[in-house]
């Protein structure tokens, strides 16, 4: 339901809150948004106007709903759309991709934009800590993520840690 002030995106027709500078979809500029001028981003918003800002809102392996106009911004533990239920598309760029016109990593063995938060541990006390006993691997396809001994649902997909097997006595 449209509310005064809503507005389509003329780039993708996405239809955005009053109170949004660029499109959720897309990301391209509202028409007519306050542009950063002293720095000589005149074309960018101000929101946009340094690679790295994304909000708060949006992280390393967020992702956008592909289906129809849904558009919804998800997070990346998500693995269908809060809004339609829609799966999420793996070949879709993630949100943080998006936003910042950079290449998202967090899929895969790394996690977080350029290599930071690693599950290597060797990122200089940048990345999380080391393997550890009784940390595991996610069993789901396509996750294979890191997790910690003490969870029983991967932090990434929240598929069920697999129960150990133990040999027969």
């Not at 500029?29 to 690679?51: C, E, K, M, Q």
């Not at 990593?105 to 009784?134: E, T």
């Amino acid at each position: 339901m449209n509310r005064p002030g809503d507005w389509n995106c003329l780039s993708c027709s996405h239809l955005n809150f009053q109170r949004s500078e660029s499109c959720q979809r897309c990301r391209e500029p509202r028409p007519g948004s306050i542009t950063d001028l002293v720095s000589g981003f005149a074309s960018r918003p101000i929101s946009n106007a340094f690679a790295f800002n994304t909000g708060p809102d949006v992280r390393p392996g967020d992702w956008y709903c592909n289906l129809g106009n849904c558009g919804t911004h998800n997070f990346a533990s998500r693995s269908s759309c809060f809004k339609c239920g829609a799966a999420k598309d793996e070949s879709s760029r993630s949100a943080a991709a998006l936003a910042t016109g950079f290449m998202d990593l967090s899929d895969g063995p790394r996690r977080g934009l350029f290599g930071f938060g690693s599950s290597s541990g060797g990122g200089g006390g940048m990345g999380r800590s080391s393997w550890k006993s009784g940390d595991w691997i996610c069993p789901r396809s396509g996750c294979n993520e890191h997790n910690f001994a003490s969870r029983s649902e991967c932090f990434r997909c929240n598929a069920p840690k697999e129960p150990a097997t133990n040999p027969p006595y």
